[in-house]
Each structure stands twice: as C-alpha cells, then as structure tokens.
C-alpha cells in the first residue's frame, strides 16, 4: 500500500488537516465561533490547515479546500465500494474502521487483503485505523497483522492503545519496543491525547505537564514520544513527494470522548475548547516532525 504522495520531488512532509468532527457541537464560547461554508475553510487556512478530512460521503462543500476520507470496511467487499466511491469523489486517502474486533484470524486476512487490493485496483491510499472495536483494536493483533501484510499502511490513533490498553501499566518502553511494526508502518495520524483512564483530555501547551496530569503519567510526554515514532517510522519509508497527514479528531460529548462537568447552573459543559485545542495540536504535531527529521540528519 502506498503513502499519500503529491507527485513533487520534495523530500517526505508533514501536513496538518483538521477532521470535520472537530468542529462538532463546540461550545458557543469557542473560539471557532459560528462559522460554515467559506469563511470557515478560509479561517481554517488562516490558522494553518492545509486540508480537512470529510466524515461523510456526501460531495465535497463548495470551496472546500485539500480534502480526505474516512469510512469503515464491514465485510470484504465494503472495501471494493468505498474506494471507487472516494476515488470518484476526489479524495487523496481515505482512513477506514475495519472490521469488530471479533473476527478469527482467517477473517481478518480476508478484510486486510481485500483493503489492499482495493487500495491498489482503484490507486487509493488507504490507511487501517488502530481503533476500538476493529481488527486493530489491540498491539498484538495489529502487529500480527504488520507482519503479516508487510505492505499495510496504518491510520495511528494511539488514544485507543494508551487508554483502552492503559500503555503505562508494565512498563511503557516495553510496549512501544514491541509497536515497532505499527510506528514502521504510519501513513496518517489522527490527533487526539488519552490518559490511561480517559481517551480524550485536554493539555495546555506543547510542552508543559497538563494540569489535568495529576497523576504518575505524562500523558503529553507519552503521545509526544509516540507520535515521534510514527513519524520516524513515515520518514525512514517514504521517498520524494510522500506526504504524512496529521489530523485533530478531538470529538465531542455526544461521543462520550469530550468530558462534560456541570457549571453552575447545573448544565452540562465541555471541560475545553476543542477547536482551540486542534490549534495546540498542530503546533505540538509541527514540532514532533522536526524533531524526527533532526533525528534523522543525526544518524
């Protein structure tokens, strides 16, 4: 399965999308304030954001800039339909769900093979998400499955591992020693940081200790150092032109990802603002990568 590659022959390169999800129900304090259609795209563009990922299948809004997909693969043959359906819309890649996370071994070859056949016959990079509830939903399987299928590219949201699998739990270098096939293997990143208890909190910068950390974990070290990894991983693979979206998917409570507190009236109220957290995001996503390419020059 190939990267995303924007046909240059510039080195490997990072771009920072936002997921549409992000915008979702943010609160009316928000600094996103009320915005759609093109003022939106053009604040979006302002603040940085090269591209969106649509979660939808619906066509693409008017003025829509650089955009992507996502979608889930069921059953095998979901994967021949999705990939037709967004290579005829447009997108550069698309991130899929596969699978439940029930299925044997023997089923999930047939899924992932037939994701790269799909992703092959209709030149569509698609990237398999590491998520709950699929056939990536745990570091074992999803590294089985690497090495397995060597050429698999993977959609990294470790929030799924650091809290469903609670990372901190046995030792934490021993655990990103054993993901090596997963970082090796990163083609998109969706953007969200976990606690080992909670998938979705929020931090106040790129580098300081959240507040919210009150614990004995880091959980902004950890996803720095996990989201270095990947993008080690992307760049010691890719050649000219490839290109390594990162994008925020910080959703809200209806998903039961944003936490909600009463305030004092009694309502229930997002604990952040998630657009101003996707703006972090980006800044702290900008400066893993150029730690990662100096990593590089240095070895």
């Known amino acids: 399965m190939k990267f995303l590659n924007d046909g240059s022959t510039d080195p490997p390169k990072l771009s920072v999308y936002l997921n549409m999800e992000n915008l979702e129900g943010l609160p009316e304090w928000s600094a996103w304030g009320e915005r759609v259609g093109k003022p939106c795209f053009e604040r979006l563009a302002a603040d940085g954001f090269e ?11 008017a003025d829509c800039p650089s955009f992507c997909g996502l979608d889930r693969i069921s059953v095998p043959t ?10 005829q819309r ?5 991130t899929v769900h596969v ?23 209709f030149s569509l990079p698609i990237f398999i998400e590491t998520h709950r509830a699929t056939v990536t939903q745990d570091m074992w399987r999803t590294v089985q499955i690497a090495k397995r299928f060597p050429e698999v590219r993977f959609n990294g949201d470790f929030s799924h591992y650091y809290c469903g699998q609670e990372m901190v ?10 993901m ?12 969200r940081i976990a606690s080992p208890g909670n998938m979705q909190v929020p931090i106040n910068g790129i580098v300081q200790r959240p507040l919210q950390a ?16 990947a993008m080690l ?26 936490r909600l507190f009463p305030d004092e009236g009694g309502d229930l109220v997002e604990e952040s603002d998630r657009y101003a957290q996707a703006l972090i995001y980006r800044e702290l996503a900008l400066a893993c990568f150029a730690e990662a390419k100096r990593d590089m020059a240095s070895t």
């Not at 591209?51 to 809004?61: E, H, K, S, Y």
């Not at 739990?169 to 020693?177: R, T």
């Open 51 to 61: 591209g969106v990922q649509l979660t939808n299948r619906d066509a693409p809004p």
């Open 78 to 87: 979901d994967a021949f339909e999705i990939a037709e359906l967004h290579k």
């Open 90 to 94: 447009g997108d550069s890649c698309i």
């Open 99 to 121: 699978g439940w996370g029930i299925e044997d071994d023997a089923e999930t070859d047939r899924l992932i093979e037939a994701t790269l056949a799909a992703s092959s016959q």
């Open 169 to 178: 739990y046995g030792g934490m270098d021993m655990k990103l020693a054993f």
């Open 180 to 191: 090596e096939p997963i970082f090796s293997r990163i083609g998109f990143l969706h953007g």
């Open 214 to 229: 009150h614990g004995e974990a880091d959980y902004l070290a950890h996803f720095r150092q996990m989201w270095k990894l």
């Open 233 to 258: 991983g992307f760049l010691r693979a890719a050649g000219p032109g490839d290109v390594l979206i990162f994008a925020p998917e910080i959703l809200s409570g209806q998903y039961y990802y944003a």
